[in-house]
């Protein structure tokens, strides 16, 4: 059992240029998030899904955009990548029981920066 | 909004001392609260939990009471080791809100041998 897979593991970007942040989940979770982590910081939401097709905005989605067209695959597309947008970025998704979330699963992360 | 509010770190201890890393927290209506830890170059994981008031989550020998008259969540462990050394976050889920997910900002913790 994989859990969340993140690729790649780490990148350094140029400012304009874009990627895409792979993450790809095989426990039939309909909740999956994007996380940055900037140093001595907690995490911020970037955006989530809460099933194919359905995507919304975190705290902190400019410049980021997502797409969910399958349950298992969430990527994260950066355009005109930034000095702002070096971080750590964790994909996870969530297991929820009777409304209550029970636990989320994190991807080992991608580290980024971009210079 | 809700927030989660954590003891700033970094925190060094000697192996076997007895471990406190405060979290208070601000919500409406009862949230569930979590501890997450993340080791050296890995993703986050769930350390423990606890989803109504006095429920006590334990794990690994650590262990955190859900106090709804202090509005906090301490974690505690009684003998530390060096392998504990890693990255604790204090977190909050209110009920039925996947977006509402608020992290605290992470405690640094090194256990020396």
């Known amino acids: 059992n994989a859990g969340v897979t993140q690729t790649p593991k780490f990148r350094i970007l140029k400012i304009g240029q874009s990627m895409t942040l792979q993450c790809t989940q095989d426990?039939?979770?309909?909740?999956m998030y994007w996380y940055r982590q900037d140093p001595g910081m907690g995490l911020k939401l970037i955006y989530y899904?809460?099933?194919?097709?359905i995507t919304d905005k975190g705290e902190v989605p400019n410049g980021y955009n997502v797409s969910r067209s399958t349950t298992e695959d969430f990527p994260l597309r950066l355009e005109l990548a930034a000095p702002s947008q070096t971080s750590v970025y964790f994909c996870?998704?969530?297991?929820w029981g009777q409304g209550v979330l029970e636990k989320l699963f994190f991807g080992s992360g991608t580290q980024l920066s971009v210079l | 909004g809700d927030s989660v509010t954590q003891m700033e770190g970094p925190v060094t201890l000697s192996e076997e001392a007895f471990l406190t890393i405060n979290c208070t927290y601000t919500?409406?209506?009862?949230?569930?609260l979590f501890w997450y830890v993340q080791y050296p170059g890995e993703g986050l994981q769930l350390l423990l939990k606890?989803?109504?008031?006095?429920d006590k989550g334990s794990n690994k020998g650590f262990e955190a009471t859900y106090r709804k008259e202090t509005t906090s969540f301490h974690l505690e462990k009684g003998s530390v080791q060096v392998s504990d050394s890693a990255v604790y976050f204090c977190?909050?889920?209110?009920?039925?809100?996947?977006?509402?997910?608020?992290f605290g900002s992470g405690t640094q913790l090194t256990v020396l041998p």
């Open positions: 899904s809460v099933g194919a097709g």
């Open positions: 977190a909050l889920a209110p009920r039925g809100s996947a977006r509402q997910l608020t």
């Open positions: 919500a409406t209506g009862y949230p569930s």
């Open positions: 996870a998704s969530s297991y």
């Open positions: 426990m039939n979770h309909n909740y």
């Open positions: 606890a989803t109504k008031a006095d």
